[in-house]
Each structure stands twice: as C-alpha cells, then as structure tokens.
C-alpha cells in the first residue's frame, strides 16, 4: 500500500491489560521467569526439553487469558530466516557428518543430522518467541522497568544504579513511539516537497537514498525531545540519589512456590535433556 | 518578605554574547496572578526557568523566600516552590501511567510512599483527572496532558505555577479549560505566572508584564494596558512601541475601533450594549444594507466549474490491520473549488491533520476515493510524487524539518527535486524567500540552525511556496508564533490565495477560519459540517463542536439579541467596526 506510517512497523507495547493471577504477580518473578524458560529453550538439545518452554507458556498464557495465537505473534517475521537457515544446512554439509541422507536433489544433500538441527532451530525460535510473547503480554510498561529495578537491586552493593538504569531503559521505551512520529512527520514534509517516500515508485537505491535527508533533522529532533524531556524533569527536581517510588507490587498469595517452580522448570528442561539424549 | 524576588538578575547563554535577561528587578507576592507577554525571543521562557533555578543568573539574585537560588538550599526551594508547565503537552511526560507521571516529583523528594498516595490523590482531584489514573500518559488528550502536568507540580506542593505558553497548543476548549484551572488556582491562594502570546488570556491576570529584549517594559495592570486605564498610562508614556506593538485584546480591540473606551473581560453582550448607547448610534436599527464591508471584501468568486481536490466516502484508520487499529476518518465527502481558500476546523484528534495529508496523498484512504486535480490517489499506475509537488503540505511545526546547512539550500531542495536549476532556481528559491519576509541576499547563506523560531517557520514556509504549486495545504502555520509573526504569515498565506493557489488550512483559530470562503468542521472523524464562514458561525454553529465564535460575530449576535440587527454579518473585528461606523 502507498502512503507512509513508521508506526505500524513499532511493535512494543503489545501489553494486554488484565487481572489474572499471572498478570498480578510481581515484576521480578515474571523476570525470573522469562530468564529461565529463555534458558532452557537455548540450552537443551533435546526436542522435548526445547518444548517444554512452550509447553508451559501456552498453559501459563491460558490462565492469564491470552489465546495462543497472539502467543505466537512473533514468530511470522522470523519465518524467512529461518527458511534461510534451512536451506544453508541443505547447501554446506557437515564434516565426517556420516548419518543417512535424506533427500538429494544435485550436489545438495539433506542428512538425518542436519535435518535434526533446522528442527531444533524451528523449534528453539518458536519456544523462546512464545516466551518473550507471554512476558510482553502480562507486564506492563512501567512493570518491566521496575521489573528491572527490583531484580538488579542486590547488585547495588556492587556500584551497579539500577534507578538510574531502569529509568534509562524506560525512557528509551517511550522514545521509541517519540522518535517514529518524528520521523514520519519529517518524511511527511520531504515527501510533499518531492522526496521519495511512499510514492510507489523508483528502485532500492533510489529508495534509500530518500532517507538521507531525514537524517540530519531526526537526530536534532531527538536531541531537542531529549533536552525538553530532561528539562521537564529537572523542573521537578529529578534526584539520582535517595528517590523513593510510588508503584510498589505486593506478594501474591504463593509466590515463592512460582518462583521454585521458575527454577524447577529450568531443571526439569535440563533432566528431560540428560535423559533423551 | 516577598515570595520571589530578581534583584538585578543579569542572564546570557555561554555561546551567545546576546543579553536574554538584561537587569531584571521584580518582586512577586504569594497570591498573584501575572500574565507575561512580549514578542518570540523577548525572554519570557527565560524568565519561568529562573523561577525554578532551571536557570541561573549569570549576575544578580534571585531569592524564593528570601533564599538564593545559587546555593544548593536556596535552589532546592525554588524547584519545589515554583513549578513549570512547558508548551508542548506530550514532551513533558516523564512516565508511562498518569499517576506515575504526578508521583514523579514527589518520588525525587524522596517522600515515604504513603505521602505520595495522598499527594497524587489530591493532585488528581484537582485537576480532574481521578477518573484516569491508571491510564497510560500518552492516551490522553493534548488538553488533559496539560492538566497532568500541573497535577505533575502541584504534587510537588509548588506555592507557584509558572504556565510557558502552555496554551498555545490546545484546541479552543482544553484552552478554556486550562484557563478556568488557572483561575481556580490563584482562587485556592497559588501564584500563577502565565506566559502567552494571547493578549485576550494576558487580560484575564491581575497585573501584566511586557517583556522586550529581556528587559521589563511595562509593569501594571491589563486595565492599564488594554482597558480604562489605558489612556493616562499612554499620556504618561508608560507604554513603549513593544507594549503598544502586542495589540489588544478583541474585546477592547473592538471598542477602541469604534471610538469607546476599551474594557478588559468585557463580554459581547456588555460590549453590545453600549454600541447601542453610542450617542451616534441612533441609525443603526435602521440599516439594512445586506453588502455589508465584509461581503464586499471578498471578491464573489464565480461558481466553480472544477475542483482541486474531491473526497467521496473518504476513510482512514491508524495503525490498520493492527490490534491498535484507530479510525481517524469516516466516509468524508467534500469537494474544494479550485482557487478557493478553505479552513479545517475542529477538536484535536478531529481529523484535521489526516485530511490533509490524504489530500496530499501521503496517507492512503482505506475506502472511498480522494483525486486531486483530477487524478485518482489510489491509482496504482500513478507516482505519487507528482501531486504531492502540485500541492505541497507544510506539516505542524514544519520547522522540524528543515536539514539543510544554510537556508537557500532548504528552500531549493523541492525545486531541485521539480528538476529546476541554474537561474531559474535561483529565482524561484528568490521569490519564495521575499514573499514569506526573508530578504534573499540576507538570508540565502544564513546557517538554518541559528535563525530564530520565527524565522525557521518562515524559511519552511518558504520551501514550500518555493514548489510553486497550484494548491498549499498548511497545518497549523501560525501556531506558537507571536502576534508580529503570525500576521506576517497570515498576509503571505492571503497572497497566495490572491494569486489563484488553492489554500487549504487548518487552524484552531476561529478568526482565521473566517477569513476562508469555505469552513470545513471536523468532529471525531466526521465532517460535521461545511460551508462559507458567515453560514457555519452565524446559522449553523453547534457547541457540540467544542469550537468558539469569531469574537466579532457574537457581538452581532447579541446586538439582533437586543433587538438590534445590523444587516450585516461580519466575522472579523474591523469588518465589524466599519459596519457600525
């Protein structure tokens, strides 16, 4: 379709809003979360043990009311690599790779190996996509950057900031919305002056090179958002040391045990990979 | 001892030789309630930053309560004593969710939380957003931002809130809201300092500075300025050319055209009446001739045979196909005559905005058809590119955009992309130059960057008309700007509507919609409305809109209210005043 829209391509803040026991719990046990479900999806070689992140995400999401397919929303982009991905395993063979070959069409051979390991890679993405969707969609904005407050919190002792760190991650948050209308209404007034953007016309090259005089006034634009955003905070007396915070995220009843069972999952991917092996 | 205090407060920024702030004395009591007006750059932004000792004086003092903003203590108390409320509604946003936002200021006073609960509570509730409170920020309207904002600093118990131009971006009716928030304020014993461009809302204030290349200039009461009291303080040469040259209020505007003494806050309907009782005033019932001033300014246009641009059941949404899918216009039918001069008008978030691109092609319409001059948008054969130039769009704050080093070759960069070069480019970029007030020679080699904010409007508008296309479709182009400029603007945009170009324009003012041939309502998405300007504000207009009346046109509605029809219907104030004289 012709016409320009950065915003449609900004793909944060998919939060879905609701009071489900999952949504309520607090933000540094759905980090813990996140942290060993994505562990276990990476790290276990087994087919089951890649599963199971998946497996719970799906029963997790369920209990928060969250349909599977809006689980799996990441995953579509990540398609065409990947295809690549499999079709470089088709293409370079393996050294002393001696298992049965699959399919052979010409020079290029699909071995048991290799064919094991496009498996373990669609399965892998899949898993860890499902996992970054379930916790994109129970947290919120401001629980993520709290989230990463509270879990850093005993790094403190070691001159680690995490206010200053967490409020560094959250304004880039909100910059990322700022930084596309920016853009879009900079390309708007190109584009109306002949640039070419959104017009349906011209080659990549011709393209790209439209975005070179964007360039220059988006980043003073940023630069002006940023000096007017810290002096707005200044104005209210923005303190590095010895800030105290409104949003604070009581215990759910039995949080502890979910954060055993964060743990335990991680293990259990572990175990299942030592006995299928 | 006085609240604040500028004890010859001297203020310069460390790259620039120019004095923004030159020997400033002022002392402010608890309580007050200050306008500060003065032409763009006169430093009244400067002056509500040093209250919160955002700025430091480079000599002299300032004192909140007697302690001096250079020393740590004395700076903390000006931070929580006065608090800011910016221009821009969405860039003063600190969090994500609207009580984090208010809690902001009181988190860095390192308050228990228990404090900050209640602070946030009654901040909410006094700016009347209780109702929002879990919402996220940035889905507010630009009218309750601002009133997030001032929940923002009143949190932080701020005795002052200083408001820098924090109108300027509202639509009629966040204004008026934000005003009446103004006034409840000073009513519950806060000092308001409010910085604007709008002498109507200076009036409202009890006393009035005018700034004038950061010196006071004038120091007193609007009535002195603009109402009763204006004549003694002229005669006592208390008011200088920069305070002369800010205009008046409409109200007094009006009064002194038609040879009454100005009075500040007065209401049509008080100004009415004493039209009536003007001892010259005895024929006016009488008049009935319908070629009234206005009428006859505006050369009739014949009928029109063609159009520039036609919508038929237009539609369009944000973020389509998405779980955020947002409709920004429904079914929009409308046809603009070619050469005909026409203004968008309505709320913010009516669709003003969207209309306009869609006309330049710039976005798409999801359903229905757009054509401009003839051409069909959705066309897939066509390049887009060649109607976008035939009607160039200047975005808000076209400023923004502006890339290039030196500001001749800002303005070539649509030419050049038309293919022009050489003498003819040089003249095109020329004319384009003069014709917004920026003399070529002077201004050709002028680093972009250091020209003034004026000035960079001006040099974007000037790329624009450098296109020379056969429409100009403006969004906002005088907003923010001071009197001086947006006249200036205003006359350079009538030009080219004189010249034949099709203007399309949206605007939140009222009195520059007036002057179009044709008003086009926006409301939610909808066309609400369309017509010529004297049938939408005097036959048709609806509150429902969220829009004001041109101040010119509720006088003549309360002078038929009194039973005194002037047969005519002027909208702008000296059409009026010639009618009535």
């Keep these: 379709m012709k016409g320009i829209e950065f915003f449609r391509n900004v793909s944060i803040g998919l939060y879905k809003q609701g009071d489900s026991y999952v949504h309520r719990l607090t933000p540094a046990t759905k980090y813990l979360w996140l942290a060993s479900l994505m562990l276990s999806g990476i790290a276990s070689s087994s087919y089951i043990g890649a599963l199971l992140p998946l497996a719970l995400c799906l029963a997790i999401g369920g209990v928060a009311g969250i349909r599977p397919s809006f689980l799996l929303r990441g995953v579509k982009p990540l398609l065409p690599i990947l295809a690549i991905s499999a079709l470089l395993q088709a293409v370079f063979s393996w050294p002393g790779d001696t298992s049965t ?168 991917s572990f175990i299942i990979d030592y006995v299928f092996k | ?58 000599s002299g003092e300032l004192r909140i309560d007697g302690k ?46 228990a404090e900050i609960v209640a602070r946030v509570d009654s901040a909410l509730a006094a700016v009347g957003l209780a109702g929002e409170r879990r919402r996220a920020s940035h889905f507010l309207s630009a009218g309750q931002q601002q009133r997030l904002a001032v929940a923002g600093v009143l949190a932080m118990n701020a005795r002052c809130i200083a408001f820098d131009e924090a109108t300027a971006m509202l639509d009629p009716e966040a204004r008026e809201m934000v005003l009446r928030l103004m006034d409840g304020l ?57 305070a002369e040259a800010l205009g008046l209020p409409d109200c007094a505007a009006l009064a002194v055209a038609l040879g009454l003494e100005p009075r500040i806050r007065e209401s049509a309907a008080s100004l009415a009446a004493r039209i009536i009782a003007r001892p010259s005033a005895t024929g006016l019932a009488l008049r009935t001739d319908p070629t009234g001033h206005d009428a006859a300014r505006r050369p009739a246009r014949a009928s029109p045979e063609a159009y520039a641009f036609e919508l038929k059941g237009a539609s369009h949404s944000y973020l389509r196909g998405t779980a955020n899918e947002t409709p920004s216009l429904r079914g929009i039918d409308l046809d603009l005559p070619l050469g005909s001069m026409v203004a968008f008008v309505g709320r913010t978030g009516s669709g003003k905005s969207t209309a306009l691109q869609l006309l330049d092609g710039l976005v ?52 050049r992309n038309l293919g022009l070069s050489g003498k003819v480019l040089v003249e095109r970029v020329r004319h384009a130059m003069e014709e917004t007030g920026l003399g070529y020679l002077e201004f050709r080699d002028r680093q972009t960057r250091t020209l003034s904010g004026g000035e960079k409007r001006r040099l974007a508008l000037a790329g624009v008309l450098a296109m020379d296309g056969d429409a100009l479709l ?88 009194l039973g005194f029809p002037i047969g005519a219907r002027p909208l702008s104030i000296p059409a009026l005043a010639a009618a009535l004289s």
């Design chain 2, 68 to 113: 001096a903003s250079s020393c740590e203590e004395g700076r903390r108390a000006a931070r929580s004593a006065v608090g800011l409320v910016f221009q821009s509604p969405a860039d003063q946003i600190v969090s994500s969710s609207v009580e984090e936002d208010v809690a902001f200021g009181p988190e860095n006073l390192g308050l228990p939380r």
């Design chain 2, 364 to 415: 798409a319409a999801s359903s229905g058809k757009v054509s401009a001059f003839g051409l069909d948008l959705a066309d897939p054969r066509i390049d887009l590119r060649a109607p976008r130039m035939r009607a160039p769009l200047s975005v808000q704050r076209p400023e923004s955009a502006l890339f290039e080093l030196y500001a001749g070759d800002d303005v070539a960069f649509g030419p």
């Design chain 2, 474 to 561: 403006l969004d906002e182009p005088t907003s923010s700007l001071d009197p001086a400029t947006k006249r200036s603007i205003l006359d350079f945009v009538g030009g080219a509507s004189r010249r034949g170009a099709t203007v399309v324009m949206a605007t939140h003012s009222m009195e520059e919609a007036a002057e179009a041939d044709l008003v086009a309502v926006f409301a939610e998405g909808r066309l609400v409305a369309s017509g010529h300007p004297e049938s939408i504000f005097f036959d048709r207009f609806d509150p429902a809109w969220g829009l004001r009346r041109p101040f010119a046109c509720e006088v003549v509605l309360a002078l038929e209210d």
């Design chain 2, 1 to 58: 001892m006085p609240f604040i205090e500028l004890d010859h407060v001297f203020f310069s920024y460390p790259e620039s030789p120019r004095l923004v702030l030159d020997n400033l004395c002022l002392t402010i009591q608890a309580g007050e309630y200050i306008a500060v007006v003065g032409a763009n750059g006169s430093g009244k932004s400067s002056l509500l930053r040093m209250l919160n000792a955002l700025r430091v004086p480079v």
């Design chain 1, 101 to 268: 070959v699959l399919f052979s069409l010409g020079p290029f051979s699909l071995t048991a190996k290799e064919g094991r390991l496009v498996l373990m890679t669609a399965i892998r993405t899949l898993s860890l996509m499902t996992v970054i969707g379930l916790f994109t969609s129970v947290t919120s904005e401001g629980e993520s950057v709290h989230g990463i407050e509270d879990t850093l919190a005993p790094f403190a002792k070691l001159g680690l900031h995490p206010q200053r760190l967490a409020l560094a991650v959250g304004i880039a948050l909100r910059f990322v919305p700022i930084l596309a209308g920016e853009l879009e209404s900079i390309a708007k007034a190109q584009a109306s002056r002949g640039a070419n953007f959104g017009s349906g016309r011209g080659g990549p090259i011709a393209k790209a090179r439209a975005y070179l005089p964007l360039f220059v006034p988006v980043t003073i634009r940023a630069l002006e958002r940023a000096e007017i955003l810290a002096e707005a905070m200044e104005a209210r007396g923005y303190a590095e040391e010895g800030r105290t915070r409104l949003a604070s995220y009581p215990r759910q009843k039995g949080e502890s045990l979910v954060k055993l069972a964060a743990l335990a999952a991680c293990a259990a």
């Design chain 2, 186 to 242: 000073v009513g519950s014993g806060k000092t308001v300092i409010h910085a604007t461009h709008d002498m109507s809302e200076a009036s409202l204030a009890s006393r009035l500075l005018v700034l004038d290349a950061g010196a006071i200039v004038f120091d007193g009461s609007p009535e002195e300025l603009f109402g009763e009291g204006r004549r003694a303080a002229r005669s006592a040469g208390r008011i200088s050319e920069a």
